[in-house]
């Protein structure tokens, strides 16, 4: 239980609501448990009645009208029972959904802001299970499993102390059964928590090949992979109802173990009731109470091994969240004010190592960019040239060396600032199963569409956006799957450009284009970019393309520092 701790604060939030539906549960209960009580009187007044008849031989001792009554009664307090467990519902149950609603929330915002190695260290599928499904079992508890548990507790005090009332020694034996079942529990639950935990690690394992073999389906066909990602899902799906099947077969103890121990509770009742009906100490009325009682209690009991599986599985789920959510950024965040840059760029002996692979991608590095200047980082694959942009961006932070940004260092400005007024074009595009028009836009509202039919013309997208059947509002499907490479890059090119930048960084942004294309794009660039400092990350130089510096790196350290002009 010490995982759904995390959980109080939600709680709280909702506290009046939970209490409300406290309440409403134990006024349902109220309701429901004196309704035995009028069975037990209206059997005592027959029985008396048919006894009287037998002594006196006059049939009018027995009036109908008061078994209607008693009748019309038990009708009112089930209305009554209905009524508040229609409340209860509604606020315990809903109290629940919002409380999911709230987590899953809070479980996004986190995820959206941990760094990069995270997201490297982590699979997707790993990630989704846990925002979904574990959310979904962690609701499961706080919802219907707790309405049960309040429910079993008030009902089982309200029956108990109706049943102390009659007789005592009735009501020992008839729960006798009861510490038996408490320990049953016990050690099921432990087995419950174990089989929930892999059972919620295997589903995220199941995610994860189907998120990444659909995600992947080009490459699947184009190799034809298909047999074998086949097997492997079924491979994985077959541990996963293994797992389901065990889960099952030790939740399938409870319910048989319940109903033996209630009808030996209900046995213990008649037997014993019996004896003490003959000796005078209890009426029949009462003996017929106590075995409602009995099976008044038998589905809140019975209901103990599915809350006690619930929990257990919550539980696991909660722990897999709190691993995430405990999760705290490598990367510190500054709170400082928002400001433009002037794009004045100092690397002072930077080495940075990549915490998850531990390989060293730069070293020693030391370059000043000017406002305003042009710069091209060459080198081969590997020689670190994508890192500098990285650091840039804050997507890792420096551990040896500093870089600073207008004379201030960079860890100063806060990751909003940073990511706002700088402008970067990734090698590998990612767009999103949205419109074209809002992949550019990325719902900035300032960006009208005149703006994006503007810069989709001077980075040669416009004439093929025209072709498509809904222009602008072409929707492009998941990672743009329905464009070409080189169509993926404009669009980068053209999102990155509209937000008009202090500084823009160009990461090989123009490898899937067409020389025409390359070139119209460039001379573009030529005139557009003008005071903005431009960061070009590229294996070749471009010959339409005048550069103040160019960089050339190897195994992450500089090999020769250019000044072209």
């Known amino acids: 239980m010490i995982h759904l701790k995390k959980l109080l604060p939600y709680f709280y939030k909702y506290k009046w609501k939970f209490w409300f539906g406290i309440l409403c549960v134990a006024l349902s209960n109220y309701f429901k448990i004196l309704q035995p009580q009028i069975v037990r009187q209206s059997i005592d007044y027959v029985i008396n009645s048919v006894s009287k008849n037998k002594l006196t031989g006059n049939v009018q001792n027995f009036d109908a009208q008061i078994l209607i009554n008693f009748g019309l009664t038990i009708v009112g307090l089930s209305l009554l029972m209905g009524l508040f467990m229609y409340f209860m519902r509604q606020t315990i149950i809903v109290m629940s959904r919002w409380m999911e ?8 915002a986190h995820y959206s802001n941990l760094d990069i190695s995270f ?31 309040i429910n079993l507790l008030t009902l089982f005090i309200f029956a108990i102390f109706s049943m102390l009332h009659i007789n005592r020694e009735l009501t020992f034996y008839t729960l006798l059964p009861l510490p038996i079942l408490s320990i049953s529990i016990y050690y099921v639950s432990k087995l419950i928590n174990k089989k929930s935990e892999e059972i919620q690690k295997q589903l995220a394992v199941v995610t994860t ?9 080009r490459i699947m066909k184009s190799f034809v992979m298909e047999k074998m990602i086949s097997s492997l899902f079924e491979e994985s799906t077959e541990k996963y109802r293994k797992d389901a099947l065990k889960l099952a077969k030790v939740n399938s103890v409870f319910s048989p173990l319940i109903l033996l121990l209630i009808g030996l509770s209900t046995i213990l009742t008649i037997y014993i009731g019996g004896v003490k009906v003959m000796s005078g100490e209890i009426t029949y009325g009462n003996v017929a109470e106590f075995v409602i009682y009995i099976n008044m209690l038998t589905w809140p009991v019975t209901s103990l091994g599915w809350i006690a599986s619930l929990v257990q599985q919550a539980a696991a789920s909660q722990k897999r969240i ?15 004010k928002n400001v433009a840059f002037s794009g004045n760029i100092a690397f002072k002996s930077v080495t940075f190592t990549y915490p998850e692979t531990k390989v060293t991608a730069l070293e020693k590095i030391n370059f000043t960019i000017q406002q305003g200047q042009k710069i091209a980082i060459i080198g081969k694959t590997g020689s670190g040239k994508s890192t500098i942009a990285e650091l840039l961006l804050r997507t890792y932070d420096v551990e040896i060396g500093e870089i600073y940004l207008d004379g201030k260092n960079l860890k100063n400005y806060s990751l909003s600032n940073i990511r706002t007024n ?8 990612f767009l999103f199963s949205d419109t074209i028009y809002n992949n550019i836009a990325l719902n900035n509202k300032q960006v009208t569409l005149e703006m994006v039919e503007e810069i989709t013309r001077k980075v040669s997208l416009w004439e093929d956006i025209q072709q498509m059947p809904e222009k602008f509002s072409t929707i492009i499907g998941e990672r743009g799957v329905t464009l070409s490479g ?5 669009i980068a ?6 937000k008009k930048p ?9 490898s899937a284009v067409d020389t025409e294309t390359e070139y119209n794009i460039l001379q573009f660039l030529k005139t557009s970019l003008g005071s903005i400092t431009s960061i070009f990350i590229t294996h070749r130089l471009f010959q339409s393309m005048k550069f103040d510096q160019i960089i050339t790196l190897e195994d992450g350290k500089i090999q020769k520092i250019e000044f072209p002009n």
């Open 101 to 108: 609603y709230d987590l899953r929330n809070d479980i996004f």
């Open 322 to 336: 709190n691993e995430f959510l405990d999760t705290k950024s490598i990367i510190i965040d500054n709170e400082s």
């Open 209 to 217: 090949i189907t998120q990444e073999s659909y995600s992947g389906i």
């Open 493 to 498: 090119i053209a999102r990155a450009l509209i």
């Open 486 to 490: 080189g169509q993926k890059q404009r």
């Open 119 to 149: 997201f490297k260290k982590n699979t997707v599928g790993d990630i989704l299970s846990r925002i979904t499904e574990d959310v979904s079992k962690v609701r499961m508890a706080i919802g219907p499993a707790i309405l049960y548990c």
């Open 502 to 510: 202090d500084i823009i960084i160009l990461d090989d942004c123009l």
């Open 422 to 429: 700088i402008a970067y074009v990734p090698q590998d595009v």
